[in-house]
């Protein structure tokens, strides 16, 4: 019988595309900095909510996003793609590379949702 690989996933990442697909929230500005934890949307979906320091202008809160993200779960900023709501703040970010591997670390850094 056949077992669903985003069984034991975060609820705000699946597996596929090439890696893991992640539902973001970013809220730029903030007086700090760092991943505060699970959101869900009205429609239901489950979002990691990110805050950051920098103000949402030129792209500057992407490239943070990015580089936060890539530190924090030791991987190459290169691996990161926003796939959806460059200019918002609901974002889907792909996360290419070994699947299992990346959502070990984000499970490591967030827990389950």
């Given amino acids: 019988m ?4 985003n069984a034991s996933l975060p609820a705000q990442a699946c597996a596929g595309g090439g ?3 992640l539902a973001l929230r970013v809220q730029p500005g903030a007086r700090r900095e ?14 990691l909510k990110i805050a950051l320091t920098v103000a949402a202008e030129g792209g500057k ?9 890539a530190k ?6 290169s691996a990161f793609t926003l796939t959806q709501g460059t200019k918002a703040r609901r974002k889907t970010m ?16 967030c827990g389950p949702a």
Avoid: C, H
Wanted: charged residues 20%; negative net charge.
């Fill in 34 to 47: 760092g991943i505060e934890g699970t959101v869900t949307d009205a429609d239901g979906t489950a979002r």
């Fill in 19 to 21: 890696g893991v697909m």
């Fill in 72 to 77: 924090r779960w030791k991987l190459p900023k």
């Fill in 61 to 69: 809160a992407n490239a943070r996003l990015i580089a936060l993200l």
């Fill in 2 to 5: 056949p077992t669903d690989p």
């Fill in 94 to 109: 792909l996360i290419a590379g070994e699947a299992a591997s990346i959502l070990a670390a984000i499970a490591a850094d």
